[in-house]
């Protein structure tokens, strides 16, 4: 079984890989490890979690992570949307198109670290674009049947639920949460996911897809 950590920025991302992509890899021989990102270590060795502030937390956390030579590589599931601005060639002229942005923040994300072990992934834009895929499956979950056909509005003015724009006003999360108030990542994030399933994400959204199937091929 070839173990593999994985940064992320929250409890989402966390519930995420330990209930749903843990389980798919494990029948490729991959054992992955979501690992939350510690925003401040205490001498005493306690630490606090959740969300990325600088490139700064991650570059540390990466290279802790780094160092456990019992896992045979590192990744991350942060979300494009948000990154921090000292982010490597955050500052520089980007792609327009989203998966375009994410590949080349993870380029430049890549060699800043210059580790063959470490192999990033940035979502597009944000984690919630996954529950576009299938907007009755997350109207489901959010017991308001009715908020599908919204959801299906906004899903069909895009080629893929990865396109849908990354814009305080517009990014996923916000047109959410402007439909849904009620709205808790933590709670309905994963639920949701598992509800809409690996297979329909995956068809919907090449580039989650490209990074499940290098994470599968870990364990060939």
């Known amino acids: 079984m070839k173990r593999v950590l994985i940064s992320v920025e929250g409890q989402t991302e966390e519930t995420f890989i330990r209930e749903i992509l843990r389980e798919h890899l494990w029948a490729h021989g991959v054992d992955a490890q979501a690992i939350i990102l510690s925003t401040k270590r205490t001498k005493q060795g306690n630490k606090f979690k959740g969300g990325l502030t600088s490139y700064r937390q991650a570059n540390q956390e990466i ?7 019992n896992a045979v590589a590192v990744s991350t599931m942060y979300d494009l949307y948000g990154l921090p601005n000292d982010f490597p060639a955050k500052e520089t002229s980007l792609p327009k198109n989203g998966v375009d942005k994410a590949l080349y923040l993870e380029g430049a994300f890549q060699e800043k670290i210059n580790n063959p072990r470490f192999h990033p992934y940035l979502q597009v834009h944000e984690f919630e674009a996954l529950l576009f895929v299938s907007p009755a ?6 017991s308001e049947q009715n908020l599908s056909v919204d959801l299906l509005q906004i899903r069909e003015n895009f080629p893929t639920p990865e396109d849908i724009n990354d814009n305080p006003q517009t990014a996923p999360s916000k047109r959410l949460l402007a439909l849904y108030p009620e709205y808790k990542k933590p709670l309905h994030g994963a639920l949701a996911i598992k509800e809409i399933g690996l297979d ?6 090449l580039h989650f897809h490209n990074w499940i199937e290098w994470l599968e091929s870990l364990g060939d």
Do not use: K
């Open 200 to 205: 329909s994400i995956r068809a919907e959204c």
């Open 137 to 142: 499956s997350t109207a489901q979950i959010l």
């Open 63 to 69: 290279s802790r992570l780094l160092n456990d030579t």
